[in-house]
């Protein structure tokens, strides 16, 4: 593990936080027997009512947070994949909706209804499932400072509706789900877990041997590079170690998608790659990260409760899960093309450049978006539709199903 770099001190309020809620991961240890898999611990860190990362009450997005998304970046993100949100409506029917899952500080979802308005293409709701209750309050006070004529299209919901037809998004969501860590080790396949040592929370690792975790992990068997520059496969050579994650959750979150939605199409966004470069023999650490006052590291043993821990999302296990429950894909591209495509350029070009004041802001904003040095490569869009047959406009150009 790399040392951390210099992270700002939090008040004594969060470390109170954080305190809490390491003793209610103890407490799971001391019931488990001491031991608990990698993705339980992350699932509490994140998750634990109240006081995990994403359902507590602090700070999580922008400027005064750990991280910015793309929404938060410029509104010409929100503004583009309205384009492609109003497509897949006109395709469904005129009484479609949107679904948005885990809709952050709610910017999304504002900039999204308001250029849909401008379009003339409103879904008739727009549902929001979030988790976390401060960021649901967040989303309803957006709305209300700012268009408090659109709010009353918008419902929260708590649970999938048991059928839906329309456009369903998630931005940022998969790399936010909990992971198994697996370790390749010679013949053997480990689970990478979590123990109490001293106060602290340590590594420790359990034989797999069976279950749907070996299973997968056995079939990927990713390739080990040797000291030598040697790349041999993981399982039955001895070379090194190969750790790297997992992601059930978001195998059972596609087909959970892909039971309730009837009619419409799926549009995923986040960083990520294609199964051959995820389990790459140079990426033989994983891509597991930890953010925290927008600085990376990678401990997520450090502060539980106040930093966000997020791994990179495997787009062919993604297209796998949607593909054997009845979706088609739709779509595959980088987030640059899908942004081109959909007509971000001619968004900006609204905006005269005579006009400096606003121009160049948004300017260096798209840069951010589409710049292969910044989103523009690592961010990744896949859609997956049902009982839509049209070509998506966010995929005209730049198709990269072959990565998959």
């Known amino acids: 593990m790399q040392p951390l770099p210099a992270l700002p001190i939090p008040s004594e309020a969060a470390l109170r936080h954080s305190r809490a809620l390491k003793e209610l991961i103890h407490a799971e240890l001391a019931v488990a027997g001491g031991w608990i898999s990698f993705e339980h611990y992350m699932r509490l860190v994140l998750y634990a009512p109240g006081m995990g990362y994403y359902s507590g009450g602090a700070a999580k997005f922008g400027e005064s947070g750990d991280f910015v998304t793309a929404p938060e970046i410029s509104s010409l993100f929100g503004k583009t994949l309205a384009r492609q949100a109003a497509q897949v409506l006109e395709l469904v029917d005129d009484q479609a909706d949107i679904l948005e899952f885990g809709a952050g500080t709610g910017k999304l979802a504002l900039d999204l209804l308001l250029e849909l308005e401008k379009l003339g293409s409103l879904p008739s709701r ?14 309803r006070e957006l709305f209300d400072r700012f268009a408090p004529h659109l709010a009353l299209r918008v419902v929260w919901l708590e649970h999938l509706p048991p059928a839906f037809d329309g456009l369903i998004i998630a931005n940022e969501v998969l790399d936010a789900m909990p992971v198994h860590l697996v370790a390749w080790r010679g013949t053997d396949l480990f689970e990478r877990g979590v123990m109490i040592k001293g106060d602290d929370f340590a590594w420790s690792d359990r034989a797999l041997a069976g279950g749907a975790l070996f299973e997968i992990a056995r079939e990927l068997n990713p390739q080990v590079e040797g000291a030598d520059g040697d790349v041999s496969r993981g399982l039955g050579h001895d070379i090194g170690e190969y750790v790297s994650e997992i992601n059930l959750s978001a195998s059972h979150f596609m087909r959970s998608l892909a039971a309730v939605l009837q009619r419409g199409a799926i549009v995923l ?23 925290y ?17 997020t791994s990179h999302v495997d787009f062919s296990s993604v297209a796998s899960a949607a593909i054997d429950s009845g979706l088609g894909l739709r779509g595959y591209t980088t987030q640059a093309y899908f942004l081109i495509n959909c ?25 951010k978006l589409v710049s292969p040095a910044e989103m523009g490569e690592l961010f990744k869009v896949i859609a997956f539709g049902k009982n839509i047959h049209q070509s998506l406009i966010g995929f005209i150009s730049g198709d990269k199903s072959r990565m998959l």
């Open 126 to 139: 727009y549902f929001i499932l979030e988790v976390s209750a401060e960021l649901q309050q967040r989303q």
């Open 269 to 291: 966004i986040d960083y990520g790659f294609g199964r051959n470069e995820y389990y790459h023999p140079q990426r033989s650490s994983g891509t597991l990260m930890c953010h």
């Open 293 to 309: 006052r927008h600085l990376a590291h990678n401990d997520p043993f450090y502060l539980p409760g106040l930093q966000d821990i």
């Open 343 to 367: 007509g971000v350029t001619e968004i900006l070009a609204q905006t005269r450049v005579e006009n400096t004041k606003d121009y160049l802001p948004l300017a260096n904003q798209l840069q």
